[in-house]
């Protein structure tokens, strides 16, 4: 089944570490997406990519970084230098033309 | 101003009443836009694409496009109890980015 997969489900990190999040879809989609959720709020866009080997700043990229080395994958790294990343991130990724665009099922982190 | 602006709610409608929720964008050159569902602590699902101005329906939902007032709105006949969630607008682009979400609730 085509999908888009977001690993793992729950991720706890110490301060001070990065933690990177996984991102992989088989849908043949040239852009990928991450958001950061907190609670009652909305989606807001860290980075996006439209191909293979380029990924532009969202809204609120600073802590955060991310790679797109094959088109299935688009893997996000919190960074140390994130002050607040505990949250629901979300990647999503689109079909040419942006017709369609699904979500993962999420990765809630949380720093202990 | 933000880029797709939407009330937060709650909207709160009976159990079988028509739920109405609006989207504002401020980009003209904005052509086509989805409508997500998004339950409690769950990822948001698709539910419309909307490309063309005039209205889609899909089953219980109608999905309304107006480019010339710059709005689009998604209505949800007989709502169910079911139905209660956060609905999230965006349009179809380079970056993707979403209305806050209205909070739907639908009373029994």
Known sequence: DGGITQSPKYLFRKEGQNVTLSCEQNLNHDAMYWYRQDPGQGLRLIYYSQIVNDFQKGDIAEGYSVSREKKESFPLTVTSAQKNPTAFYLCASSSPGTTEAFFGQGTRLTVV | ?108
């Open chain 2, 1 to 108: 101003q933000k880029e797709v602006e939407q009330n937060s709610g709650p909207l709160s409608v009976p159990e079988g009443a028509i739920a109405s929720l609006n989207c504002t964008y401020s980009d003209r050159g904005s052509q086509s836009f989805f409508w997500y569902r998004q339950y409690s602590g769950k990822s948001p699902e698709l539910i419309m694409f909307i490309y063309s101005n005039g209205d889609k329906e899909d089953g219980r939902f109608t999905a309304q496009l107006n480019k010339a007032s710059q709005y689009v709105s998604l209505l949800i006949r007989d709502s169910q109890p079911s139905d209660s969630a956060t609905y999230l607008c965006a349009p179809a682009g380079n970056m993707l980015t979403f209305g806050g979400g209205t909070r739907l609730m639908v009373k029994p």
